[in-house]
């Protein structure tokens, strides 16, 4: 079984660190200055290159839990969250099937979304909806991450009810902040989604606005909308998954 494309970067974006103002000091155009300006806070995560300022053991672990290892997805908690959502519609809307027999892999499978889908095909049905964001999680205040928000369809008619409403929406308004949070019941994950407005993000939840630069490396290093958050398997890929169901009947 291929494994699912890890896609997508995080980014640690410390903020307001004295190396920005080094970053600014050299600007020249916009564009240019903001890929400069996120590859540069790379140099932070101590890749290849030394930082051009110490930034204290404090950092080590939380860029590297941001940067290595962690899962690109949002993981929502019982925690409320602060969000910010970084487009006004998913970058990727799918649905997947669920194929509990397979015991090596991801047992998600992405459906085709066609009548030809395989899985489709055998009656298999595809369950799970997912329609994914880029958001930049501010769950720790001090270093913001992008993330992947894969929502289900709750949450994402909620989001398009928003976005479509000119008083409330878009979604990436600048001023606009959410917090969402996940309640577990007996049988059932509820989510609970709320918009805050950046003048109450730091007297409700103790969180900082981002600034215009962080918001700007975010939104440089956003999916374009169509890309796959989740490969799409080829046929012959389905077809092992469709003997492997069909042998286990
Ligand atoms: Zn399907």
Request: include cysteine; proline fraction near 4%; aromatic fraction near 8%.
């Amino acid at each position: 079984m291929p494994e699912t494309r890890t896609y997508g970067r995080r980014r640690a974006v410390p903020r307001k660190s004295e190396q920005q103002e080094s970053f600014d000091a050299g600007r020249t155009d916009g564009t240019v200055a903001r890929r400069e300006a996120v590859s540069g806070r790379v140099v932070k995560t101590g890749s290849n290159a030394a930082p051009a300022t110490a930034a204290g053991w404090d950092d080590v672990d939380k860029v590297a839990a941001a940067a290595g290892g962690g899962d690109q997805y949002l993981k929502v908690t019982e925690n409320r969250m602060v969000i910010k959502i970084l487009s006004d519609g998913p970058f990727d809307v799918f649905s997947s099937h669920w194929i509990d027999e397979i015991e090596d892999g991801s047992k998600s499978i992405r459906c085709w979304g066609t009548p030809a889908c395989p899985l489709c095909q055998i009656g298999d049905k595809a369950k799970r909806f997912s329609a994914c964001f880029d958001v930049v999680s501010l769950e720790d205040p001090e270093y913001p991450v992008l993330k992947t928000w894969d929502v289900g369809i709750k949450i994402a008619r909620q989001l398009k009810e928003i976005a479509t409403d000119d008083k409330r929406g878009p979604l990436n308004r600048s001023d606009l902040y959410f917090t969402i949070r996940k309640e577990t019941k007996k049988k059932s994950v509820e989510y609970t989604l709320e918009r805050v407005k950046e003048r109450d993000l730091d007297e409700e939840y103790g969180v900082q606005p981002l600034d215009a630069e962080a918001l700007a490396a975010f939104q440089a290093e956003c999916h374009e909308y169509g890309d796959r958050v989740k490969e799409v398997l080829d046929e012959d890929a389905m077809e092992d998954i469709v003997r492997l169901l069909m042998d286990d009947a």
